[in-house]
């Protein structure tokens, strides 16, 4: 149940509301319902335009073929920027500058390569007039276009596609909580006011969290999430071999507020899948694929 007032949740027993002080009446603080909990209204969240669309400051973008072969479409004014990870450029006008470098200097560089991305930032720039470029992730699935209202953001290094040039794009030290997440050492911290890009591998299932909410999602699920959230690292089940019995690792548990974005497909998983189909270095294995290259 919310506030009459001020429309904030309200605890259940609760004589005066907590965001406003509100007195309640004795009618208006009916027990809240264990399966309806009451929403969880963040003061930011993750602003995703439910068409797909939208525009900033000095562009336009439209996100097209959801979500399995999903494409980014940025329109440019004349003169301005948007940033990428090296590689995920799939097209662009004419008059569109392209200028690659490391971002961050040497050091940068090398956080980034550790972290799992391209040592290299590539800057698309409008010469001349308006222009378009268009962006698109290595595998198949989904894009999310987030616009980001002065929040942090924290995104797995692979999801991450590209941004608007005044983004604060870093390379965090995840500590050894990450390392045995299988995620690598880092992750990638988004802040500012901008368009940022996600992409995933399969389709974005968004989750929101109310304070206190806790969850738990496969690392290898994880694309971004909030940095109000609070999250921890442990095995999927209790003890070693009830988790690997259980066919997960490693799982991350998340502490709202905040919200997270999902992947539906893993694609460590689908690699493991595949493995059996393809031979091993030494060439044996009776289940792999004989292909004959000669002529």
Not at 15 to 23: D, L, M, N, Q, S
Not at 126 to 138: D, I, M
Not at 155 to 164: C, E, F, M, R, T
Request: a neutral charge; one cysteine or more; hydrophobic letters at 40%.
């Amino acid at each position: 149940m919310n506030c009459p007032k001020c429309g904030a949740p309200l605890l259940q027993g609760a004589v005066f509301c907590g965001a406003c002080g509100y007195k309640l009446e004795a009618a208006a603080v009916a027990p809240v319902s264990t399966n309806q909990p009451a929403p969880y209204s963040p003061a930011h969240g993750i602003h995703i335009d439910e068409d797909s669309r939208g525009q900033g400051g000095g562009y336009k973008y439209e996100v097209l073929h959801q979500p399995a072969f999903s494409l980014a479409v940025i329109q440019l004014q004349a003169e301005q920027s948007i940033q990428a990870e090296a590689g995920a450029m799939v097209s662009m006008s004419a008059n569109i500058e392209l200028q690659s470098q490391m971002k961050g200097g040497l050091f940068g560089a090398i956080k980034r390569a550790a972290g799992g991305e391209s040592a290299f930032v590539s800057t698309f720039t409008s010469r001349g007039g308006p222009g378009e470029v268009t962006f698109a992730p290595g595998a198949p699935g989904d894009i999310a276009a987030i616009e980001l209202n002065d929040q942090s953001f924290f995104v797995q290094s692979s999801s991450y596609l590209a941004g608007d040039a005044s983004l604060t794009v870093d390379t965090k030290w995840g500590g050894a909580k990450s390392f045995f997440g299988g995620e690598g050492l880092f992750v990638l911290m988004v802040q500012g006011r901008g368009l940022l890009l996600v992409s995933s591998f399969g389709a974005i299932h968004r989750k929101t969290l109310r304070p206190g909410e806790r969850y738990v999602v496969d690392t290898g699920h994880l694309v971004a999430w909030e940095g109000t959230t609070q999250y921890t690292l442990r095995k999927a089940a209790a003890g070693f071999f009830r988790s690997m019995m259980s066919g997960e690792g490693i799982v991350a548990e998340f502490s709202g507020p905040g919200e997270l974005l999902i992947q539906t497909r893993n694609l460590a998983a689908l690699a493991g899948l595949l493995k059996p189909f393809f031979p091993s270095q030494s060439g044996g294995g009776s289940g792999g694929l004989n292909i004959n290259l000669g002529g």
